[in-house]
């Protein structure tokens, strides 16, 4: 490690009397994403990118575009984006951001924004008391599987944006990410996914024009499954 490197943390360090190595990496960690999304920290190709690199770089795209986004909550969901302004469908969006060495999109990421859509459109009150105003007898004695109280108290709409192959450019990409049980599986929580290449060229496309924005926003919350 070069000596000025190793001396700034050590200073680091010692500004945080206590704090063990966890906590201390955490915070390196994210001051470096901050860094980055600031364009001070270079991310590298978007065929490449992975992780908070990927994260950092979808988080600006949308930016960019217009879209008002917000951090998830710590170890859950990435990101939260509002509806534009005067849009006609006014669900907030979760995003889950993935990326794979497999051409396909994997269950265990499509069950993780499953858990933070419902747990953000407070499904477990659905659940338990129905959703009409009071407490629905129906939904209380079959654990919510029968209820004519159908809507959430915050309905969100999940989207996962998923980079993969990764490594392979975009215009080779020629297996779709999501098929068969999985698509299914998509299809019946009404989540939108959005291979990462297709996001770029959409967002492009927007630029600052607030009328095709709202045309995108309202095509990602009607897809389900696919983004084609």
């Known amino acids: 490690m070069p000596m000025d490197l190793k001396s700034l943390l050590a200073e680091f360090v010692a500004s ?7 906590k201390l990496m955490s915070e390196v960690r994210a001051g470096l994403v901050e860094l980055a999304a600031d364009g001070v920290v270079p991310l590298g190709e978007d065929k490449d990118l992975t992780g908070d690199s990927l994260e950092v770089r979808v988080a600006t795209l949308l ?16 990101l939260v984006v509002s509806a534009p302004q005067d849009s006609r469908l006014s669900r907030p969006i979760v995003i ?4 794979d060495r497999k051409p396909t999109v994997q269950i265990q990421d499509l069950r993780q924004l499953d858990d933070w859509v419902f747990d953000l459109s407070q499904e477990y009150v659905a659940r338990k008391q129905g959703l009409g105003g009071g407490p ?7 654990d919510g599987l029968m209820t004519s109280r159908r809507r ?22 020629a297996s779709p990410p999501l098929a068969g049980d999985l698509l299914a ?10 291979p990462f290449g297709h996001l770029i060229r959409d967002l492009a496309a927007v630029g600052s ?20």
């Open 16 to 22: 945080r009397p206590g704090d063990r190595l966890d």
């Open 136 to 142: 629905d007898p129906l939904a209380m004695a079959t």
């Open 209 to 228: 024009d607030g009328s095709l924005r709202r045309d995108l926003w309202s095509k990602w919350q009607e897809t389900e499954g696919l983004l084609e």
């Open 96 to 99: 889950e951001i993935k990326s």
């Open 63 to 78: 930016r960019t575009a217009g879209f008002a986004v917000a951090r998830g909550r710590a170890g859950r969901e990435d």
């Open 152 to 173: 959430h108290p915050t309905p969100h709409k999940g989207i996962l944006v998923f980079n993969g192959p990764i490594g392979q450019p975009f215009d080779r990409r």
């Open 185 to 194: 599986f998509a299809v019946q929580r009404c989540f939108c996914v959005i």
